[in-house]
């Protein structure tokens, strides 16, 4: 009895099963995506949706050209770069609706459940391996030698001795000048690698007659000519042939062919029907630029020669004037170098600072300088009919300090006395003008004697006489205060602190002078860390980047840009110095 019964629940049990089982199996799809599994369909939704929003993404990366604010007209200003972004157009995404309301509900539980952030969809994985890549750079190096030995082999077949060109002669320079700025002009240190792929990549082999001639004549390449000559049917080469008709190096081709004895049939019939072309543009009158090339074939219709030639003379040269070598003007000078593009060569004068500077730029002796706003203020008013910038513009800020002997018993610029103390300071410096200034703006000051005095003699006079002290207007970070912390048991740094400084305005209405404060903690020792106060009153002025204006138009806007791109990326590298 007890068996039957025990059969009977099994029996039960396995239909039970079997129901449960048929009921739930049509399921199985809601519940898989109800566990944060996708099928395949709703995978292919969601590359789609990638697609979509990594256009979005390419097209909002619109390239963006800094433009500096103005400081009275000028190009630079400000003590922060103002960055102008192109507009970009909005782009919409596409939605994917899903099967049904209950199918969106399983899926949103489902990634909870797992601990996912809805909305937010998993990183995207980049593919290939470093290796791939460490494979993919020396294959691509490996065609470039390739390429390289290829156009030396080629160079090696011309049985006509290259002619030299004087690219000095001023017909050489213009005709140079005239197919440069039409030529599309790269990098001349992938000229031989750019120029065999041109032709690979058409599948041309110049004609065995080709061969037999120069390899170059005048500014042009012969193979560039010979494929130009083969291609005379496309309008841009024909015209090309037609623009540089005059040009010495077109002449002696065109004569070369005519002479060249290669008993080949079709090399007559080239040279007679782009003559018989170029003749009847000239009767059309056909108008054409000079030095006219084609696009595609951009600088390759030179001779490697000539690109390098008209490279180096395409690069401007720029005198930049600055202060003493332990200062940050020349600091600045040296970075501004370093980091000038391949078309501008920048060279550092040291000179005895501002007021020398200005005086510089107006004899011409140098292009361009940093000068403290002041002196630029006071040059101006002594010389108002010069007219020295095109360009100006703040790159950071500098502050005056009295460095006295800790035996003198001053505490601030009010406690200096006429007859007494002596004030120290650098000839032609924009610290002269600054003191003179302060002269100026308080007659009290008019008897207090001055001697020029600068740098590390100038420390070394303070330490040993408690009557002197060394006046400066430097920015935080110089080498003069770090020079002046090694003497800190017998030197330290008091208040200058001038109102009537804060009056004086430029002629374009810019204040000259602000108040500022220096921190104890940024000089080490220097300051005295007061019970009430750790900061002394002083005045702040800016130091002012000129630019010639007569540089300006000889280099024109792409000299001036050329010098915008070093000096924003000397004036980052400098705020890392102004600490």
Known sequence: MNKMKHLKQILVTAIVTIAVLGFTFPMMPDLANARGFSSRSSFSSSRSSFSSSRSSFSSSRSASKPAWANRSGGLFGGNKARRVKAPTKPQTRKKFASNSKASSVAKNSGAKKHGLKLGKKPPRKIPGSSMDKKLSKKAAKKRSAESLKNYKSQQDRFKGKAQKTDYSSPKAKKDLKDTYKNVGYSDPKTYTDRRDNFYSNNGYNMPNYGYNMSPSFGIYDTMSLMYAMDHMDNPMYSMMFFANRHNPGMLLFMSAMHNNKSGDSAQDAKIKALEAKVAKMEKDGVKAEAGYVPEEMGDLILTKEA?????????????????????????????????????????????????????????????????????????????????????????????????????????????????????????????????????????????????????NTALLRVTSNPNAVMFVTISLGSRILANAKKHKKDLMIVAVDDSDLLKIKDQWGNTVYTKAELSAKNYKGLIEDGWLSDTINTVALNAVLVLSKKWTEDHGQEGVEAFSTSVLKAKSIMSSFLK
């Open 307 to 455: 690109v390098d030639t008209m490279d180096a003379q395409n690069v401007a040269k720029l005198r930049f004037g600055t202060a003493s070598k332990t200062g940050n003007y020349f600091r600045f000078g040296q970075i501004l170098k370093v980091n000038a593009p391949s078309n501008l060569k920048v060279m550092v004068a040291e000179t005895r600072g501002s007021y020398q500077n200005l005086e510089l730029l107006a004899s011409g002796k140098i292009d361009a300088a940093l000068v403290q706003s002041d002196a630029f203020k006071l040059y101006g008013e002594q010389h108002p009919k010069a007219d020295l910038s095109s360009v100006q513009g703040t790159m950071y800020q500098e502050y005056a300090h009295l460095i006295v002997n800790r035996k003198s018993g001053i505490e601030e610029l009010d406690d200096l006395k006429a007859g007494k103390n002596t004030v120290l300071v650098p000839s032609g410096s924009g610290m002269e003008v600054t003191w003179k200034n302060i002269v100026k703006s308080d007659s009290k000051y008019a008897g207090i004697r001055t001697e020029n005095l600068s740098g």
